[in-house]
């Protein structure tokens, strides 16, 4: 069967999609968007978390079908769709990123010495501050962590330590802690007042 769907704010096809495939392993195996984790491929890590019309979900737990005429975004289009977001844009299908963007997205390097970002604009402010509260350890679950973390914050700019475990609770870091995961989540929603409040960041 064929699937068309919005990947990223873009129209996508998907063909000769059988039965039992997963959002998960099209959007990382057909689309070549490996952003999403393939972890426990049981929906109990949350390394795959993508956003289905604007709720996080488990990709390995959805049937690729079941994405028909539906919104997913990925990390590689978190930072284009807080850009939107805050623009006030979307929903149109006109913006968003494109596939091949998409596909080659990467992190910008930081400069050695200060440890900034040596481009503005390539991240979305979560991500930025998963890197500057040294959230990201070895980063394979940070991809689920950045979109569940960024629709919570769409949902409460101002959460409380609760609100953001139990946010978070669907994803596992094998790591060391969470403690770096809560102060980036908690560093992104100060940002986020700041700017609300006029004050910059």
Known sequence: MRVTFNVNGRPQEADDVWEGESLLYVLRERMGLPGSKNACEQGECGSCTVRLDGVPVCACLVAAAQVQDRDVVTVEGLADYAKDRAAGRCGTGACGTPLGEAQKWAAKPADGQTGESTESGDLSPIQEAFID?????????????????????????????????????????????????????????????????????
Not at 180 to 201: N, Q, Y
């Open 133 to 201: 509260a040294g959230a990201v350890q070895c980063g394979f679950c940070t991809p689920g962590l950045l979109v569940a973390a960024d629709e919570l914050l769409e949902r409460n700019p101002s959460p409380s330590d609760q609100d953001i475990r139990e946010a978070l609770s669907g994803n596992l870091c094998r790591c060391t802690g969470y403690e770096k995961i809560l102060d980036a989540v908690r560093l992104a929603a100060a940002r986020g007042e700041s700017v609300t409040a006029g004050e910059g960041v």
